[in-house]
């Protein structure tokens, strides 16, 4: 989704904007540009529709000097992508040029407004009507620029991020936030601003998140001040950053994707290091620890979320009622926020996102919390907004996820989910010893079960030579493996834009089976568990007519493999952690048949990984 980078400092801005914007392709995006005051104190704005290399080529013989500017990449809402509907906007009179991030829900009307005062407009987009209407407010106010920004944030709807830049005030970028995220670093002499922290970390550690509702006026060579909107100053939080510049590179790899597949031994280390002790034997996860009343006295949790850490919620359902006894509902947030739920003190919330700033799990949240309920967050970037958000809440620790294909957050979220449901149970007293224990050790042996599975790197490569060319699949599972089925067809359309669904393997004959024929590959995801013998029946109707079925097994498995056409042997788990183990095989899968195919494997068309519209 739509990238915000500013610098303003001794430096030259844009050699600073131009590695930011690259730094935030990973969120997707469809055209990019740049504004810069330069040292004649001339504003230049310079679009282009496509990636950030087109922008590049684009102003190579232009003036590309100054030491303030501010730059974005936009991901299409209002008008299609191109060069006039990229940022920045410029305002009517051209001495403000504006970068947004969101959406302006009541553009419409305001357009109206200005096009009766004589305003021209040089493009579709919501974001060159609110750049009007903050220069209008000015002029009609006689007010400065922070000022006008302050009355526009109380008229306009919806959600943003901005970055302003004015022509005759040559030492200030002022910034402001409400719902969309927006991070400002802190160097010697200078200030980065960006969605998130991935541009600034090369240059300073120390940054403020802007709240919602705030506005950041950030003033060459002075400290920054951050104001709300009825003016009152706020006193800045500066913290400090936690990860580092290796972890935002490839490290070798030709795509971030299968740096990050393979990384899943290793950060489902990072992920239980300090929770889970085999010498203790014992969990501790002190998000819950911390509030432990209210998980004893829950009547019930809800679990609402999007995407893949929607499928890390159905399998957090199985672990919270399997070993909990807790009646647990998992929602997608985008449907929860607009259903009227009903909530109660006793209920507690949880909230799953990687990236913490997905537009409608923060709405989910903020309805939850008006409810009265408890809410918990599980999100991987640290000092997001539904992580700032939630009452109390466990982090993933799986680092930076930079390709749009979500792999390693959702093994961490299910790591988590697997650590909450094992710390409520054993305060609750729902769970035996014995099982208890057998779950920590297995829990402790996952990321070298990991390793084994990546091992099948070559086989999965080869069998995704003979699949590359199939225009749809099915994926099937059962149990703790009927999410993990829905995230393998998610996996696999969302980067080779095959089309793939995921279904819970007794439920094909109540009519998907009637899409059975030679060409229809089936992925079977058939683990020795409580009901393994079902999922073979299951494989049989598939064979019985004629579909061709991929098997994921446990190692040594000759049953189902000798009546699947291809098997992928799996070391053996609980079936509580089946998905974690089952997750590989199909990341892999998706991945080399969408290489390929010679997708874009890392930024997918259309799609975006912060999602910070609704
Ligand atoms: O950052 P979040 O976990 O809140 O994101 C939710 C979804 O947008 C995300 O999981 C999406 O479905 C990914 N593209 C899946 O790979």
Redesign the pocket.
């Known amino acids: 989704m739509c990238g915000i980078v500013g610098y303003i400092g001794t430096q030259e801005a844009y050699p600073i904007l131009i590695k930011g914007l690259k730094r935030l392709e990973y969120r997707g995006y469809d055209s990019a540009g740049v504004a810069l005051l330069n040292h004649s104190n001339e504003l230049n704005v310079y679009k282009a529709k496509g990636k950030v290399a087109d922008l590049e080529y684009s102003v190579a013989s232009k003036d590309t000097s100054g030491t303030i500017g501010i730059a974005h990449t936009r991901w299409a809402t209002h008008g299609e992508p191109n060069d006039a509907n990229a940022h920045p906007h410029y305002s009517q009179s051209s001495n403000l040029a504006l970068i947004h991030n969101g959406i302006i829900e009541n553009y419409m009307v305001i357009k109206q407004e200005l096009l009766r005062n004589e305003y021209e407009f040089k493009s579709s987009t919501d974001t060159e009507v609110l750049v009007h209407f903050i220069e209008y407010i000015k002029e009609t106010n006689n007010v400065d620029l922070c000022r006008a920004v302050q009355i526009a944030m109380g008229e306009v709807v919806g959600a943003y991020a901005i970055a302003i830049l004015d022509k005759n005030n040559p030492d200030q970028i002022i910034a402001a936030r409400k719902s969309s995220p927006l991070v400002i670093g802190i160097g010697e002499d200078e200030f980065f601003l960006a969605s998130d922290a991935t541009p600034i970390i090369e240059y300073t550690d120390k940054v403020i998140y802007i709240k919602d509702e705030e506005i950041a006026v950030i003033n060459r060579g002075c400290p920054i001040k951050i104001l709300n909107m009825t003016d009152i100053e706020q006193t800045p939080e500066i913290k400090t950053l936690e990860m580092n510049l290796s972890q935002l590179e490839k490290g070798g790899y030709p795509h971030f994707m299968i740096k990050e597949i393979n990384e899943q031994p290793q950060t489902i280390v990072d992920c239980i290091r300090g929770r889970v002790s085999v010498e203790a034997m014992d969990v501790i996860l002190s998000g819950v620890l911390d509030h432990k009343d209210k998980f004893l006295n829950a009547k019930r949790i809800i679990i609402v979320?999007?995407?893949?850490?929607?499928h890390a919620a159905l399998i957090g359902e199985h672990l919270i009622e399997d070993l909990c006894r807790i009646p647990v509902e998992v929602e997608y947030a985008s449907e929860f926020r607009y259903r009227n739920p009903v909530l109660n003190k006793e209920d507690i919330v949880i909230a799953?996102?990687?990236?913490?700033?997905?537009a409608d799990?923060l709405a989910a949240v903020e309805l939850a919390k008006a409810s009265g309920a408890f809410i918990y967050g599980i999100c991987n970037v640290v000092g997001s907004s539904i992580a700032r958000a939630t009452d109390a809440g466990s982090y993933i620790h799986v680092g930076p996820e930079i390709g749009?294909?979500?792999t390693k957050?959702f093994t961490g979220q299910v790591t988590v989910l697997s650590m909450l449901a094992l710390t409520i149970a054993k305060e609750r007293k729902t769970i035996e010893k014995e099982l208890y224990v057998s779950l920590i050790n297995e829990l402790a042996a996952i990321p070298e079960k990991m390793k084994k599975v990546l091992e099948k790197n070559e086989i999965i490569k080869d069998l995704s030579k003979i699949f590359t060319y199939a225009h749809n699949f099915i994926y099937l599972g059962r149990g703790y493996n009927y999410p993990a089925a829905l995230e393998g067809a998610?996996?696999l359309k969302?980067i080779s834009y095959i089309h793939a669904e995921g279904y819970p393997a007794a439920e094909m004959k109540h009519g998907p089976i009637a899409l059975i024929d030679t060409e229809m590959p089936v992925v079977a995801i058939a683990t020795t568990d409580r009901i393994y013998e079902k999922t073979i029946s299951n494989i049989q109707e598939i064979k019985a007519r004629k579909g061709r079925v991929i098997a994921l097994v446990t190692e040594g498995d000759d049953v189902v493999c000798n009546i699947a056409d291809y098997c992928i042997e799996v070391p053996k788990t609980l079936e509580y952690f089946a998905p974690l183990i089952s997750a590989i095989p199909l990341q892999l899968l998706a991945y080399y048949i969408a290489v390929n195919k010679g997708c874009n494997v890392d930024q997918p068309r259309n799609?975006a990984?912060?999602?910070t519209v609704e």
Request: aromatic share 4%.
């Open positions: 979320a999007c995407g893949t850490s929607w799953i996102s990687q990236s913490g700033e997905t799990t749009v294909a979500s957050a998610l996996k969302e799609l990984k912060s999602v």
